[in-house]
């Protein structure tokens, strides 16, 4: 049995016209109904995943109030002064304070459609230096991940890549991975019905444990790149 009650569109709706509103009196008025039509299911999310979450990674931090975005924008340091958002998402990952810039997995919606997927984002080009080498020396590691997490729906969709190449002498396969900025792998839906049923959950649940080799390549990755010092919480904290 899941905990999972749907994202129905009705309450998408109300979303957008939070948004389009743009005003603490409607806010205050409907919180109550946003709340537990989006933010209360995307913590439902969080709950039934996390089991298989926890095992791939210990370390990860499944608090559901925690992992989920809230309806208000912190505005401080946005260009936009709006100050409520219409998509909702979550992010299955250790604790961004202990662990910066670490992967993670997450899920979105928004009145456009859903997505969710794999990713590793970075704040220094260095932080990425130690995957490019760990892909250049296990190549066909890497491409069996990348097969498994095809596999669970996700599509390479990172688009910024040096010109030249970071580590000449890899593989010519897997340059297309060494070259880039990021990494992230998704699927994206325009199929917003899906997210009103416990469906979502059996998909989401399927990419986590296909996907499961690229995360492990990825984290061991990041946690070689902290123990060497190439990541430092501290500096990310500044």
């Known amino acids: 049995m899941y905990n999972y009650n749907g994202i129905k569109p009705e309450t998408i709706e109300l979303l957008s016209l939070n948004r389009f509103k743009d005003s603490k009196p409607f806010y205050e008025e409907h919180k109550e109904e946003l709340k537990q039509g989006a933010t209360v299911p995307m913590r439902q999310i969080v709950l039934d995943v996390s089991d298989i979450m926890s095992e791939l990674d210990p370390l990860a931090d499944l608090n559901p109030v925690y992992a989920v975005s809230r309806i208000r924008r912190d505005t401080r340091r946005s260009k936009s002064k709006m100050m409520y958002r219409e998509n909702l998402w979550l992010m299955l990952r250790r604790n961004k304070n202990v662990y910066p810039a670490a992967p993670f997995y997450w899920f979105e919606f928004s009145p456009q459609g859903y997505m969710f997927g794999l990713g590793m984002w970075t704040y220094r080009p260095s932080q990425l230096d130690t995957l490019r080498e760990k892909i250049a020396q ?48 998704s699927h994206w839906s325009s199929k917003l019905e899906n997210i009103a049923s416990i469906g979502i959950i059996d998909e989401l649940r399927h990419m986590l444990t296909v996907s499961s080799p690229m995360y492990e390549f990825l984290i061991e990755a990041y946690d070689k790149a902290l123990s060497e010092g190439v990541i430092n919480a501290d500096d990310y904290r500044r």
């Open 138 to 185: 296990e190549p066909q590691r890497w491409l069996e991940a990348v097969k498994t997490t095809e596999h669970a729906g996700l599509t390479y969709n990172t688009t910024d890549f040096y010109k030249k190449d970071r580590i000449p002498s890899a593989p010519n396969e897997v340059k297309i991975y060494i070259n880039a900025k990021s990494v992230e792998f």
